[in-house]
Nanobody
Framework: QVQLVESGGALVQPGGSLRLSCVGSGFNFGSYVMKWYRQTPGKERDLVALITPFGSTDYDATVKGRFTITRENAERTVWLQMNSLKPEDTAVYFC??????????WGQGTQVTVSS
């Protein structure tokens, strides 16, 4: 049974930091590109960051320099370190594992709220 379980979402003040975690099970974690997406009500799910099995990363322009994605294949875990948070970072954050266009898994999401 494939599972992706996110955690770490919370209410944080502008300028603060959070670290999201996503633990995978039931699939060959080390072979998958791991991604973090976010979604706000009424909008599409947007890609925030990705990391390949070998550790190459890419970021959306809106988070580059503030967010860092890392992974540890032995722990089947991917993290998203979020610094200098802004109110516009408020969203539900989803973890996904992608091997191909037909082989994608999703987590249930974790809420991040940036507000004073």
């Amino acid at each position: 049974q494939v599972q992706l379980v996110e955690s770490g979402g919370a209410l944080v003040q502008p300028g603060g930091s959070l670290r999201l975690s996503c633990v995978g099970s039931g699939f060959n974690f080390g072979s998958y590109v791991m991604k973090w997406y976010r979604q706000t009500p009424g909008k599409e799910r947007d890609l925030v960051a990705l990391i390949t099995p070998f550790g190459s990363t890419d970021y959306d322009a809106t988070v580059k320099g503030r967010f860092t994605i890392t992974r540890e294949n032995a722990e089947r875990t991917v993290w998203l370190q979020m610094n200098s948070l802004k109110p516009e970072d408020t969203a539900v954050y989803f973890c996904s594992a992608t091997l191909s266009a037909h082989d994608i898994f999703w987590g249930q999401g974790t809420q991040v709220t940036v507000s004073s």
